[in-house]
């Protein structure tokens, strides 16, 4: 018989984290915790410097926390292998930042074609599938151009789509509209919102603006080191 699925993508237990600032330490998260479950889309709110960046960098096995749990979709990451934490974030976590990040010298469909090549896809297929990604977000018309031939908002929608093309559990966007003009950013994030509830993962997104906050599932912010409630 399988085992059940584990509905949490993320959790995360009695984490903490500081920072040394010359003869001082710099306590950003003090016993955080938190639960993202499948299908979930939460955001992340509050000012720069509140632990927002921090707190995806840990979920995202890109730092570690100096005390406390992590575990992603299921799997507990402390104590594992560079190399476990490098295949997890790989193949189960999905990243969009507020700049793109895309590679210049490759095209849209190439920069889909790369993760999925090093994830061990062959190319044809990782062609295939890069190309239908892009349709999904709208620019597979897009497809054989560079990124600096494209907009900032398609930009995005590249990066979206690589965020998502190998199926991860969870995605994780840090300002993923902060760089975009107010209408540009509304139609980014709702493309964002749209695909990841379709494609059924959990998602962990930090956000300025209230308003997107306001469209997704529950509103977190960090007060005090802790992940509390946001009354937006």
Avoid: W
Wanted: net charge negative; proline share 5%; no cysteine.
């Amino acid at each position: 018989m399988n085992s059940p699925i584990d509905p949490k993508v993320l959790e995360l237990k009695n984490v903490t984290r500081s920072f040394r600032q010359g003869d001082k330490t710099l306590s950003v998260l003090k016993g955080a915790d938190l639960q993202i479950n499948r299908g979930e889309i939460v955001a992340l709110t509050g000012p720069s410097g509140s632990g927002k960046s921090t707190l995806l960098q840990i979920a995202g096995l890109l730092e570690p926390p100096n005390e406390g749990d992590v575990f992603i979709d299921g799997h507990k990451v402390e104590d594992r292998a560079d190399s476990t934490r490098t295949e997890l974030r790989r193949s189960h976590i999905g990243f969009v930042y507020q700049f793109h990040h895309l590679l210049p010298d490759f095209n849209a469909l190439e920069n889909l074609v790369l993760p999925q090549m090093i994830k061990g896809e062959p190319r044809s297929d990782a062609q295939d599938k890069a190309f239908q990604m892009l349709k999904r977000v709208g620019i597979h018309t897009r497809a054989d151009h560079f990124p600096s031939e494209l907009s900032g908002g398609e930009q995005q929608r590249v990066a979206i789509a690589r965020a998502l093309i190998n199926d991860p559990a969870l995605l994780l966007a840090d300002e993923p509209t902060g760089n975009l003009d107010p209408h540009t950013a509304d139609d980014v994030f709702d493309l964002l919102i749209e695909t990841a509830r379709n494609a059924g993962l959990g998602a962990l997104i930090a956000t300025h603006d209230y308003d997107l906050a306001r469209k997704m599932d529950r509103q977190l912010k960090i007060e005090d080191g802790k992940i509390i409630k946001a009354d937006l």
